[in-house]
């Protein structure tokens, strides 16, 4: 029994699927302590899309630590606490007319953003129900996890979930059913038996629930929606976000504004915990402190944050790439759908936000397990495990994306012909 085994909760997860014990890691490489590489199609579920270690937040962090800098600092004014709003607000929020908007520094992790920001919409509202989508993921802490649909993860609560009302995603029931009338519907209806929400919450391109996409259209929709029944319209943009879609924000094709955003994963681009709840000005009635948390104040995050931002989204360049690669990725998927099951692999998600989803949770397993075998490593999502979700660093060469993408080809292969010996063996 190895450490791990023998020491660590059997919580753990990620670990199983790629049972090495990793050392260093560059760029999209991932190197074992015996110095085997991978290539990283996981990407830290969305924290690494600057890659590992990018050179330039790694010099910007080795300076501002050899100067001393805060490393700690509650929610105390620090310079470099002033430099990321500053920038946040001058590189995306204004130049996406979010101007007007706060920003709440939260615990550092995506469930804190989440929980303040459910908060904050209650507070305002003075309402206790919330809307939440099927297969929606928010985050395992308690009223996050209460919008999260996961049954896996809502098991582990050992406690009722509440407060929240249970709607259609965009698509759930098919292209034909427009999930929003139905949810006009109920909330006109005063003996349908939903009380007035207070908010709203969605994922725009659902991440852990199956690359479920939401149109532009449905968005817009959804935003006079929420108007018409005075709800407050929160997008969890903590996977999405950060450029995973393309844009910064997910939301940004639809030209949606919503009430509340929560950012995290690679805000900090350098895998650095940092979370932020940002909110139209006018909702910001807390009390000083009344939302806290001791690591809201982690300022090498900040550093490399700010670093990040002026970096990467100062020119529109950057998004161009990522499109680019993202229709790469996806073109790929496509061969390998028409290759391996035309009828029954499709490719979901959008951008570098996408995956090739397999009819059952056993064929995606293998997948993962041959790609890891290859020097890949891919992680799967979907309602069932179905989906092999391809989430590669945004900075990822184009020649590391094509061996990356090699090695996927030739795991469906294996899995496949897998697949027909052990239905030959058991017939
Ligand atoms: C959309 C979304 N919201 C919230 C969370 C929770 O973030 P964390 O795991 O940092 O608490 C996640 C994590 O995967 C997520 O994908």
Redesign the pocket.
């Known amino acids: 029994m190895n450490t791990f085994e023998q020491y660590e909760s059997e919580v753990r997860s990620y670990c199983r699927s790629f049972p090495v014990v990793f050392s260093k890691a560059k760029g999209a490489s991932l190197f074992t302590e015996s110095g085997q590489e991978y290539i990283d199609f996981l990407a830290g579920?969305?924290t690494l899309n600057y890659g590992h270690n990018h050179p330039e937040l790694k010099q910007a962090l080795l300076e501002y630590i050899e100067s001393d800098g805060l490393t700690h600092g509650l929610d105390m004014h620090s310079c470099a606490k002033e430099a990321l709003i500053t920038t946040l607000q001058e590189v995306i929020l204004q130049p996406r007319g979010l101007n007007n908007y706060v920003i709440q520094f939260t615990g550092p992790?995506?469930?804190?953003a989440?929980e303040a920001a459910l908060k904050l919409a209650r507070k305002h509202t003075g309402r206790e129900a919330v809307i939440a989508f099927t297969n929606g993921?928010?985050?395992?802490s308690g009223a996050?996890l209460s919008c999260t649909g996961n049954q896996h993860h809502r098991g582990g609560a050992g406690t009722s979930l509440h407060n929240v009302v249970r709607m259609p995603y965009a698509g759930y029931f098919g292209d034909q059913v427009d999930t929003l009338d139905m949810m006009d519907k109920l909330l006109q209806d005063p003996s349908s038996g939903i009380d007035h929400p207070a908010a709203v919450i969605l994922?725009v391109i659902q991440?852990?629930g199956g690359l479920n996409v939401a149109s532009p259209e449905w968005l817009r929709k959804l935003r006079k929606l929420c108007d018409k029944h005075d709800m407050l319209l929160i997008i969890?943009d903590?996977?999405a976000g950060c450029g995973r879609s393309g844009d910064f924000f997910s939301f940004e094709a639809s030209g949606v504004k919503p009430d509340i955003i929560?950012l995290?994963?690679s805000l900090s681009g350098f895998g650095l915990p940092l979370?932020v709840t940002v909110f139209r000005k006018e909702l910001d009635i807390w009390k000083p402190g009344e939302h806290n948390g001791t690591f809201r104040g982690n300022n090498h995050a900040f550093i490399t944050a700010s670093k990040a931002l002026r970096t990467f989204w100062e020119t529109k360049e950057f998004s161009e790439e990522i499109k680019q690669k993202g229709e790469f990725v996806r073109q790929r998927m496509r061969k390998i759908c028409d290759r391996f099951g035309p009828s029954s692999l499709h490719v979901k998600g959008r951008c570098m936000m996408s995956g090739i989803e397999c009819p059952d949770g056993e064929l995606a397993d293998d997948v993962v397990a041959e790609s890891f075998k290859r020097g890949l490593v891919i992680e799967t999502c979907g309602n069932r495990d179905q989906i092999v979700k391809c989430f590669a660093p945004l900075t990822i060469s184009q020649d590391d994306l094509s061996k990356g993408m090699d090695i996927l080809e030739q795991a469906f292969a294996a899995a496949k012909s897998n697949a027909a010996k052990s239905d030959a063996a058991a017939s």
């Not at 993921?137 to 395992?140: E, I, K, R, S």
């Open positions: 579920a969305g992790t995506g469930t804190n989440v993921f928010h985050g395992v996050a994922e991440g852990e969890d903590i996977q929560t995290s994963k979370a």
